[in-house]
C-alpha cells in the first residue's frame, strides 16, 4: 500500500513543486522500483520463460529485436527483473530527452499526470514500451523538417518494429510531413479512409494478419464489444478536438520558441494520425495502446499553456490547463486502465 500512497503523493507534488524536476526524477525511480517488483502479471512467466530460452525461441515468440537484446542482457548475467528495469530506465531517458528538447526545463506536471496514466500500464507492456518510447524519441526527427531528420526517424521506427510488431501502425506518421505542407488534403485524406475502411471489417482483418506475429493474431480473434469501440472512438476524436483548442488558445503575439511552436503542430498531427486506429478497434481492441503516444504529446502541450499562464479556450469556456490535464489523466486511470485493463492494475500485488 504504501507504494500506492508514494504515487499518489508524487501525482499530486507535480502541481505544487513546478520546478527542480525532483518530482520527474523521483518518478523514474519508483516507476523503475515498480517495474522490477511487477512479477504477478498475465505474460511475465512466459516472457521470463522465453527470455531464458532466448537462443531457442527468442525470436520465434517476439521480435528480432527483442531477442537481440534479450541476447545482450543475458550475455550481462542479467535476470530477467534486471533486465526489464534497465529495458525500463532506457525507456524513461528517451521519454525524458524528448520533454527536454521541447520545453528544455520544469516538467514536473507532466510526470505528474503521466503517473497518473499510462505510465503502470507502460511498464507492465515493457516490450511495447520500449518500442513506443523510441517512437517518442522519434519525433523530435520528425518535428526538425530536414531531409537528414526524416532518415533518422525512419531508421527509429524500423528499430521499433522490430521490438514490437503493432507498432508498425505508426507507418501513418509519414503523413506529418505532408500534413505540414497539405494540411487540408491530407486531414480529407485521413478522415476518408478511416470512414473508408471502417465497413471493410474483412480487408482490414486480412491486412492486419499478414503482418502480425501467432500471439498477436489472437487478438484478432477476441470478441469484441461494441461500446468499448464507440467509447474510445470518441476519445480519439475528443484528443483531435483538444489539441485543436490547445493550439487555438495561443494567440499569434504570444511568443513561443520554435520548438514549442512545432510541438504543438506535431501533436496535432500525431493525434489526427490516430484516426486511422478507428477501423482496427472493431477487429482488434488490444490496438488502443497504440493511441498512448498521443497522451504524453497532449500532457506536454497542456503543460505548455500552463508554461505561459493560458486558459485553454473550449469555444467561449476558458479552463485550466492544469485542472484539463488532471480530468484528462485521472480519465486515463480509471477509464482506460480500470475499466479496459483492470487486470494491469490489479498486476500490482503492493496495490491490493
Not at 533486465?83 to 527536454?100: D, G, Q, S
Not at 480487408?203 to 470478441?223: A, C, G, I
Not at 468499448?228 to 476519445?235: A, K
Request: proline share 3%; aromatic share 16%; glycine share 2%.
Amino acid at each position: 500500500m504504501i507504494y500506492f500512497v508514494l504515487l499518489v503523493v508524487l501525482s499530486i507534488s507535480g502541481y505544487f513543486i513546478p520546478k527542480r524536476n525532483i518530482i520527474a526524477y523521483s518518478s523514474i525511480i519508483l516507476l523503475v522500483f515498480l517495474t522490477f517488483n511487477a512479477i504477478n502479471i498475465n505474460d511475465f512467466s512466459d516472457y521470463e520463460y522465453i527470455y531464458n530460452n532466448n537462443n531457442l525461441i527468442g525470436a520465434e515468440r517476439t521480435s528480432s529485436g527483442w531477442a537481440y537484446l534479450s541476447n545482450i542482457g543475458l550475455k550481462f548475467g542479467l535476470t530477467y527483473q534486471q533486465f526489464k528495469c534497465v529495458i525500463a530506465i532506457i525507456c524513461f531517458v528517451l521519454i525524458m530527452i524528448t520533454i527536454h528538447y521541447f520545453l528544455r526545463k520544469n516538467y514536473n506536471l507532466i510526470w505528474s499526470l503521466y503517473l497518473i496514466y499510462p505510465a503502470l500500464m507502460d511498464i507492465i507492456q515493457i516490450r511495447f514500451f520500449l518500442a513506443i518510447s523510441i517512437m517518442i524519441f522519434s519525433m523530435i526527427f520528425l518535428s526538425q523538417r530536414n531531409i537528414k531528420s526524416f532518415i533518422i526517424f525512419t531508421l527509429l521506427f524500423i528499430s521499433a518494429v522490430t521490438i514490437h510488431t503493432s507498432v508498425a501502425f505508426y507507418i501513418v506518421l509519414f503523413f506529418i510531413p505532408l500534413l505540414n505542407k497539405y494540411k487540408r488534403i491530407v486531414v480529407f485524406l485521413i478522415v476518408s479512409i478511416t470512414a473508408i475502411l471502417i465497413p471493410l471489417r474483412s480487408m482490414v482483418t486480412t491486412l492486419l494478419n499478414r503482418y502480425v506475429n501467432d500471439k498477436e493474431r489472437l487478438y484478432l480473434q477476441m470478441p469484441i464489444s461494441l461500446f468499448r469501440v464507440l467509447l474510445f472512438t470518441v476519445i480519439i476524436i475528443a484528443f483531435v478536438l483538444l489539441s485543436y483548442c490547445v493550439t487555438e488558445s495561443i494567440r499569434p503575439e504570444i511568443k513561443i520558441s520554435n520548438k514549442e511552436r512545432n510541438l504543438l503542430v506535431l501533436t496535432n498531427n500525431i493525434n489526427l494520425c490516430m484516426l486511422l486506429l478507428i477501423p482496427i478497434l472493431p477487429i482488434a481492441f488490444n490496438f488502443i495502446r497504440i493511441q498512448r503516444i498521443s497522451w504524453i504529446f497532449t500532457y506536454m502541450s497542456l503543460f505548455l499553456l500552463q508554461k505561459y499562464n493560458i486558459k485553454l479556450k473550449i469555444g467561449k469556456l476558458l479552463v485550466s490547463a492544469k485542472l484539463t490535464g488532471l480530468f484528462l489523466a485521472l480519465f486515463g486511470f480509471f477509464v482506460m486502465m480500470l475499466q479496459f485493463e483492470p487486470l494491469a492494475f490489479w498486476s500490482y500485488p503492493f496495490f491490493r
